[in-house]
Structures are given as structure tokens and as C-alpha cells.
């Protein structure tokens, strides 16, 4: 097991932080009720899940049709988030699952 430096570990809280709010930015001009776009974040081993909450008449504009909407929006967090030996993943969700 590696340790990581201070240094290591506030690179990656802001990568988190600039992929977080990149993600929020995007996905609130997306939707029709902005204000209601929460954003999670946590680790899964080597991962780390971004959880994006969306009002649940939102939830269809941010799949997308055939879940293409939401590949693209997962393919930009890959490519702005993911650093070498560690990766990010966005996950979408409606208000009432959160809910439940």
C-alpha cells in the first residue's frame, strides 16, 4: 500500500472540485429546475462516484434518449476527473430514489 502525500491528496480533492463543478454547471443548464441539482461525492476503492440528484421531471432530459445524454456526461467526467491509478464515475439519479 502506497502513502499519499498531502500534496497527492489535494490534487485530487481538486479535481474533484473542478469536475464537480464542471458537472454542475452543465448539467444545470440542462435541466428546468437548476436549483434542484445536488451533487455527491464518495470513494469506491480506486474510485470515486459522482452522484448527481435532479428533480424527477428532470431525470429523462438528463438520460437523454437511449441513454446517450447521460454516456456523453459520463464520458467528460472520465476525461476531465480520471488521473492515473485512480477514476470517476457519474451516476444520475431522480429525487425520489434518493428518497428511498
Do not use: C, W, Y
Not at 502506497?2 to 490534487?11: F, K, W
Not at 441539482?37 to 452522484?51: C, K, N, P, Y
Not at 456523453?72 to 476525461?79: D, I, K, P, Q
Not at 457519474?90 to 428511498?100: D, F, P, Y
Request: charged share 25%; aromatic share 0%.
Amino acid at each position: 500500500m502506497s502513502m499519499r502525500t498531502s500534496e497527492a491528496l489535494a490534487g485530487e480533492a481538486n479535481g474533484i472540485d473542478l469536475t464537480g463543478r464542471t458537472v454542475l454547471g452543465v448539467v444545470r443548464s440542462m435541466v428546468s429546475q437548476p436549483a434542484r441539482v445536488a451533487l455527491r461525492s464518495f470513494a469506491e476503492g480506486d474510485t470515486t462516484i459522482l452522484l448527481v440528484t435532479v428533480a424527477s421531471v428532470d431525470l429523462q432530459v438528463l438520460t437523454g434518449r437511449d441513454g446517450r445524454t447521460a454516456r456523453s456526461l459520463r464520458a467528460l467526467v472520465n476525461a476531465i476527473g480520471s488521473r492515473p491509478g485512480r477514476r470517476m464515475e457519474l451516476e444520475v439519479q431522480g429525487e425520489t430514489e434518493a428518497r428511498s
